[in-house]
């Protein structure tokens, strides 16, 4: 799906599909089922969920830090989750308004956040 960026180019912008396959690129990832939608674990910890809280978003495991950088960032795009977890990192985003360029950063924000420490070294330096 494209549509025309606020600068007047064309960008892409992410779907559910989109977000799944992305987030299951990400080395080690496995899908699972939380409260009725999909999340995406490193380890068995969840890093990010899709359809949370509607299926317009999906929902990224950041430090409180990198949270107020993508906000900066990208505001249309990414916003705290509202509860304590959004204090904490959690953060929303609106898929019709990330690009994936930074979705993808956030998801690799979000997996090394929640990797065990012996695997991001192991693959440090590496594509995750």
Not at 116 to 123: S, Y
């Amino acid at each position: 799906m494209l549509s025309t960026g606020a600068q007047n180019y064309w960008i892409e912008k992410m779907t559910l599909s989109g977000f799944r396959k992305m987030a299951l690129s990400l080395h080690e990832t496995t899908e699972s089922l939380h409260m009725d939608h999909p999340d995406f674990r490193i380890a068995g910890k969840v890093f990010a969920t899709l359809g949370y809280p509607d299926k317009s978003c999906g929902m990224v495991k950041l430090t409180p830090k990198q949270q107020a950088a993508f906000m900066r960032e990208d505001p249309e795009a990414f916003m705290p989750v509202k509860s304590a977890w959004g204090l904490r990192g959690a953060t929303t985003l609106h898929l019709r308004a990330v690009t994936p360029e930074m979705l993808r950063k956030a998801l690799e924000a979000a997996w090394a956040n929640t990797a065990p420490k012996g695997l991001t070294d192991r693959i440090q330096g590496q594509v995750i």
